[in-house]
Structure formats: structure tokens, C-alpha cells
């Protein structure tokens, strides 16, 4: 099986985002991860082709050229190859982005799958998956938490709210964002790292992928830190007398309840 | 003016509640058309409840290429026809399970521009405000586009009566389906409980729950809290196997924006904040006077929540009778 899984270099979500300017962040002091999601796609990759015993897991991200780590990284965790399509921006628009994602698969193969994650962490578009399926003429599914492939199908799980799941069948080659649930993600084995240091990576510029012009349709005008909580009211004393108060506060102060 | 279409989500025969704020989201400052898109069969009793919240027109969608209940990509398209029909200039939605789906598939099959997961909109000078990095950050995105889809974060925005004159038209559509995928079956939940995202209230267990049981102390106030109130899940909870994932909050978990967010037993995770941050009123319940989450709640209870919650269900329960 040829699975591609696209993998965006993101900031750890533990790390301090350091506002520059109205609307771009240091990218140079802060810690940069695989998109946690991405990463439920490439070890459900790396474990059909682990379990077919055949196949090749290509890790394809569209980044600056510091995302060759989250290359590695992806390599590190079983991918046997990666694709980097570099651009300027980390802040790319998702119509831009899937079409240089499925550029850069074409020219290197055909996919019987390919994962994506539910959503990336520093923009939270939720919708290149979409796009790339679409450009693809492939089916997307999102959020999947249970796969099986049977028969050229791929059955999926996708949660609907308060724990209850839909099943969905789709052809192959599809598109499928993975999340939580759908498996463990392994940690990477220092063998593995030093391994992955050897395994190839195509390098391409975005603007080598003839992709046709486009006006971006949705302009980030500001980027602000989110307003912080501060100076918390603390309630004191015996419980009951604190639960009243909360009570009170919430009713009368607030108007929650 | 612009002319607004909003997808009403109808759960068990009514209109969910949280469509109202996208109603009004889609009201604006006043002056906009707007357009309630129905696509179940409907009952009547949501006419009057759209009406109230500044609906103008009612538009039943009716499929005559297929059954949209099994196929999401034809929904998405017999939606994308309703909004060509009506020459709709932007289409709101909920950044429920099914918005953030259906919304992404439009957008794609359109291939016009979509922002997920609002927390502000402003129709007059169509920008709109959402997270970036996992809740650190807000965003303001201008919409340069004559169409674009927004879904809304439930709760997000407060809700606001503004009652009008309706009338309901039905449109049928003729999109066939594309045959991409097939809902073939859908698992219902056991609990049948809230859905957190769409939830009012939330009271979360942490680690120190220490056993699934447990939870029942949650449920248990969750009941008295009101009939809108789910109950979460730290990640170390659900990881400890006392909560199952569907019920976690945070940055690997669900984005929940209730009124209210009850906090029992945790430490305030950045993480664990990714998810719940833009809450209204956040209360905090943690033994530990040095605890980080008290740096970041709006009321904060230093003491046992093993103490505290069972108190809380009884003194709502006194007052309530
Ligand atoms: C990539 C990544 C993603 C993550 N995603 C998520 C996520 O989606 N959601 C999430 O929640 N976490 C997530 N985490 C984990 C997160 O970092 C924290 O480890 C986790 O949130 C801690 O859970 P907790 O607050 O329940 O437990 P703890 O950190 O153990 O805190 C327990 C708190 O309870 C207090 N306490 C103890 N006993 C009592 C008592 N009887 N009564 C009252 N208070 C008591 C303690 O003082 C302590 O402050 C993620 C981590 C990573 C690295
Ligand atoms: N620049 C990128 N490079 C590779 N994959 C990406 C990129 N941007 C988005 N993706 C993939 O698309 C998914 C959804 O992204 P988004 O629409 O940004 O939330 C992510 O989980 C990734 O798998």
C-alpha cells in the first residue's frame, strides 16, 4: 500500500507564542512539534503497512525550511521517506496548501490513502483535509477514531457528539484525518532517530509546483494574546457557607444558573 | 444588506439551542436578510422559535437526488444549491460535529473560503475573530470573498431575541449524489448525555477522581445544575481510564465554550485550558492553594472536591425544592 500522510510543522502547544508585530509570532525562540493530530495518522500508517508486511509511508509536509524537522521526526516514527514543499509562511491559506499537498503526491506516486490530521493546532483551519479530498475527486472522512480496510474499503468511525459514533464506507484511495482514539502513537527509539537522519527527503519550492495564482481570500488583519484570567475571587471558609456564596454569585452576580 | 443563511440544527424534534446565538450572529447590528435552512422534515414549533430569533425566511430544503441522512457529500451539496438558489452572501453554522463537517465539505466543494470555529463576527466589515495556537491567541480575519461559510463556536456568542415576521418556503434539490461516502450505521451512546461542545454548563472531574464510579458525585450535580450541564474529563482522567475519550476537554479533547465551567480536581494545564479558556465563568475546586488554576479561574475554592461537589448538589437540591 502507498500511504502519504501530510504532516504540518507546528508550535508545541505548551510553548509561549511571542506576539511580533500585528499579526506574525517569533517562530525562532519557540519549540516547533508535528501537529499532535498528524501524528494518530502516521502511526495508523505505519501500522497498515507494518501489518501488510509491504508498502511505503511518505510523510509530505508544506513549510518553511526549519519543517524538515517534523520531517525527520515523522521518519523517526516509521515514515520511510518525506516531502517537503517549502514556502515563506507558516501561515498559508488551506485552498493554497491542499493544492501544493496534492501536487507533490502526484508527482511522487499514487496513494492508496492519505492521512491527514482532524485539524492543525496553530490556525485551526479544520479544512485542508476537505479540500485536498476535493481536488482529489477522493472521499473524506474527519475525526475518524476506528479504521479498517476490507476489501478496496476503507470503514470508518467518526465521533457525533456525546460518545455516540457514525460508520462510514468509503472507496480507496481516500482521504481520512485522523484523532484521538484512533490509536497510540509510538515515542520515537533513539535507533530510529539516528536512522531516520539517513532516509530520503525530496526538497521542492512551492513555486517549482506550477500551481496557478490565487488572491488570498481570508487575510489575518491581527494576531492579540488571548485576554488572560486574573485575580481570582477565592471563596473561604466552611463548605457549605462557600457553596451558598458560589451559589449566590452565580445566580445573582452572574447570571449562570 | 446582506442576505445571511443559517443551518438550523434540529435535535429531537426542536431546534438546538445553541442556534440561537447564530441566529443572531446572523442578525448582526439589524438590516440583513436572513434565511433559517432546514434541511429534516420539520415541525412546526420551530417556525415560531426562528421566527423569534429574526429568521425572516424559513427555507426547507428537500432532496430529490438522493437520502442526505447517508450521505454527507450530498448534503453538502444540495446545501451549496440552497445557497446558489437564494444568492445567500455567507452561510453560518455551528462548529458542532455535524457543522464542522458539512461546513468543510461545502467549502470545499464550492472552493470558497470558510473560517471554522468563530468566536466573534462582525457582517458590517465581514471580519471575524477566531483561536490560533490552541486558544493562546486570538486571530481577526478579514473575509475578502462575495461568498464564505462560518461556523460558530456554541455559546460563544449570547443569544439575543429579535422577532420577526417569517415565511417558509420549500426548495428542492436536485444535486445527485456523488457516491463518495456511505454512513452505513451510527452507534448511539449508552449515556445518551449532553453533547459537551453544545453544553451550557460543564463540571469536569480531574485525576484525583481516582475511579470511574466517581463521576456519579458529577452526574449527580450535573443533574441539579440544569438540564444543559455535561459532564468532562481531564486528560489524565480519561488516560487512567476512569472517563472514556469522548468526555475529555482540551487541546485533544473537545473546545467546549459553556456559561459556566466547573473545574473539580485540576491543575490548569495549559492543554487542558486550550479547551475550555474562552468559558464564560470559571470555577475552580483544587486542595492545593498554590495550584496554577487559580491564577487563571474567575472563583476559586480551595478544598476537597470530594467534600465540595457533594455540597453543592445538596444545597442546589434544597433550594431548588
Ligand atoms: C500533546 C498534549 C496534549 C494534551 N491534551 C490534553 C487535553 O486535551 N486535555 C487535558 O485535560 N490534558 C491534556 N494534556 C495533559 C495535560 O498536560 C495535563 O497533564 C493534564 O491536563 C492534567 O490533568 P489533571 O489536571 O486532571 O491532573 P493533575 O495535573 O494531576 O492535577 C490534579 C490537581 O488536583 C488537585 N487535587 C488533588 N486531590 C484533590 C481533591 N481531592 N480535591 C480537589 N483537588 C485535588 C491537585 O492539587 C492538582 O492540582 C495534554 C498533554 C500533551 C503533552
Ligand atoms: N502545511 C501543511 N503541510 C502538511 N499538512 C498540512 C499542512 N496544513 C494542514 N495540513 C494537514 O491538514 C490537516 C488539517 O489542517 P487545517 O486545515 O490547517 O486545520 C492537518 O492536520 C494536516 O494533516
Redesign the interface.
Known amino acids: 500500500m502507498q500511504i502519504y500522510v501530510c504532516v504540518k510543522h507546528v508550535?508545541d502547544?505548551?510553548a509561549?507564542?511571542k506576539?511580533t508585530g500585528n499579526d506574525s509570532?517569533d517562530d525562532t525562540t519557540c519549540k516547533f512539534v508535528i501537529n499532535?493530530?498528524d501524528e494518530y495518522g502516521l502511526e495508523e500508517a505505519v501500522q497498515l503497512v507494518e501489518k501488510q508486511g509491504q508498502g511505503e509511508v511518505v510523510a509530505v509536509t508544506v513549510g518553511k525550511e526549519a519543517a524538515m524537522a517534523s520531517i525527520r521526526s515523522a521518519m523517526a516514527l516509521g515514515a520511510h521517506r518525506g516531502i517537503l514543499v517549502k514556502t515563506d509562511s507558516q501561515f498559508l491559506s488551506s485552498?493554497l496548501t491542499?493544492r501544493a499537498l496534492k501536487a507533490a503526491i502526484e508527482q511522487d506516486g499514487a496513494p492508496d490513502i492519505i492521512f491527514t490530521g482532524k485539524?492543525s493546532?496553530?490556525?485551526?483551519?479544520?479544512?485542508t483535509?476537505?479540500?485536498l479530498?476535493?481536488?482529489m475527486d477522493?472521499?473524506?472522512?474527519?475525526?475518524v477514531?476506528d479504521l479498517k480496510i476490507d476489501n478496496g474499503q476503507a470503514?470508518v468511525?467518526?465521533?457525533?457528539?456525546?460518545?455516540?459514533?457514525?460508520?462510514?464506507?468509503?472507496?480507496l484511495p481516500c482521504v481520512i484525518g485522523a484523532?484521538?482514539?484512533l490509536n497510540i502513537p509510538r515515542y520515537p527509539k533513539f535507533p530510529d532517530i539516528m536512522k531516520a537522519k539517513k532516509k530520503p527527503v525530496k526538497e521542492t519550492d512551492i513555486a517549482s509546483l506550477g500551481l496557478e495564482s490565487l488572491?488570498?481570500?481570508?487575510?489575518?488583519?491581527?494576531?492579540?494574546?488571548?485576554p488572560?484570567?486574573?485575580d481570582?475571587?477565592?471563596?473561604?471558609g466552611d463548605?457549605?457557607e462557600?457553596?451558598?456564596e458560589?451559589?449566590r454569585?452565580?445566580k445573582e452576580d452572574?447570571k449562570?444558573? | 444588506m446582506a442576505k445571511v443563511g443559517v443551518l438550523i440544527e434540529i435535535e429531537n424534534g426542536e431546534v438546538k439551542e445553541t442556534e440561537f446565538s447564530v441566529l443572531t450572529a446572523a442578525c448582526g447590528d439589524g438590516g440583513n436578510e436572513v434565511f433559517a435552512i432546514v434541511t429534516p422534515e420539520n415541525t412546526d414549533a420551530a417556525a415560531s422559535v426562528l421566527a423569534e430569533y429574526g429568521a425572516n425566511k424559513i427555507v426547507h430544503v428537500v432532496s430529490q437526488g438522493g437520502d442526505i441522512k447517508v450521505s454527507?457529500?450530498l448534503e453538502a451539496r444540495v446545501l451549496a444549491e440552497a445557497v446558489k438558489k437564494f444568492e445567500l452572501d455567507m452561510l453560518l453554522g455551528l462548529a458542532?460535529?455535524?457543522g464542522?463537517?458539512l461546513f468543510?465539505?461545502m467549502?470545499?466543494?464550492m472552493?470558497?473560503?470558510?473560517?471554522?470555529?468563530c468566536t466573534g463576527i462582525d457582517l458590517d466589515t465581514k471580519?471575524v475573530r477566531?483561536?490560533?495556537?490552541?486558544?493562546?491567541?486570538?486571530?481577526?480575519?478579514?473575509?475578502?470573498?462575495e461568498l464564505?461559510l462560518c461556523t460558530i463556536r456554541p455559546n460563544a456568542i449570547e443569544a439575543r431575541k429579535t422577532p420577526v415576521q417569517t415565511q417558509t418556503v420549500i426548495f428542492e434539490a436536485l444535486a445527485a449524489d456523488p457516491g463518495?461516502?456511505?454512513?452505513?450505521?451510527?452507534?448511539?451512546?449508552?449515556?445518551?448525555?449532553?453533547?459537551?461542545?453544545?453544553a451550557s454548563?460543564i463540571i469536569t472531574g480531574g485525576r484525583p477522581i481516582d475511579s470511574s464510579e466517581n463521576y456519579k458525585m458529577l452526574d449527580e450535580c450535573a443533574a441539579q445544575?440544569?438540564e444543559s450541564t455535561?459532564v468532562g474529563a481531564s486528560r489524565a482522567a480519561v488516560d487512567a481510564g476512569f472517563a472514556?475519550?469522548?468526555?475529555?476537554v482540551g487541546?485533544?479533547?473537545k473546545t467546549v465554550s459553556p456559561?459556566?465551567y466547573i473545574g473539580c480536581g485540576l491543575s490548569g494545564s495549559?492543554?487542558h485550558f486550550?479547551g475550555m479558556?474562552?468559558s464564560?465563568?470559571?470555577?475552580?475546586i483544587n486542595t492545593d492553594k498554590d495550584a496554577p488554576i487559580?491564577?487563571?479561574?474567575?472563583?476559586?475554592?480551595?478544598?476537597d472536591m470530594f467534600?465540595?461537589v457533594p455540597?453543592?448538589t445538596q444545597?442546589?437540591k434544597e433550594?431548588g425544592e
Open positions: 508550535p502547544t505548551a509561549n507564542i506576539i509570532f499532535p493530530y485552498t491542499a485539524g493546532v496553530d490556525t485551526e483551519g479544520f479544512q483535509q476537505y479540500r479530498a476535493a481536488a477522493m472521499a473524506v472522512v474527519n475525526e477514531v470503514i468511525e467518526k465521533e457525533i457528539g456525546s460518545g455516540s459514533r457514525e460508520v462510514l464506507k468509503m472507496k484523532t484521538k482514539g488572491p488570498d481570500r481570508v487575510e489575518l488583519l491581527n494576531l492579540e494574546a488571548m488572560e484570567r486574573s481570582a475571587k477565592m471563596l473561604e463548605v457549605k462557600t457553596v451558598t458560589l451559589i454569585i452565580l452572574q449562570v444558573l | 454527507p457529500d458542532s460535529a455535524k464542522r463537517d468543510a465539505r467549502a470545499a466543494f472552493d470558497v473560503p470558510l473560517v471554522s470555529d471580519t477566531k483561536s490560533h495556537f490552541s486558544g493562546k491567541t486570538v486571530a481577526t480575519l478579514k473575509l475578502e470573498s464564505f463518495l461516502t456511505k454512513i452505513i450505521d451510527v452507534k448511539e451512546s449508552a449515556g445518551g448525555n449532553v453533547d459537551l461542545t453544545e454548563i445544575l440544569g455535561a472514556p475519550h469522548s468526555m475529555q487541546q485533544t479533547g456559561k459556566l495549559v492543554q486550550a479558556k474562552t464564560k465563568v470559571i470555577v475552580a487559580f491564577a487563571k479561574c474567575d472563583y476559586g475554592i480551595i478544598a467534600d465540595v455540597m453543592l444545597v442546589l433550594q
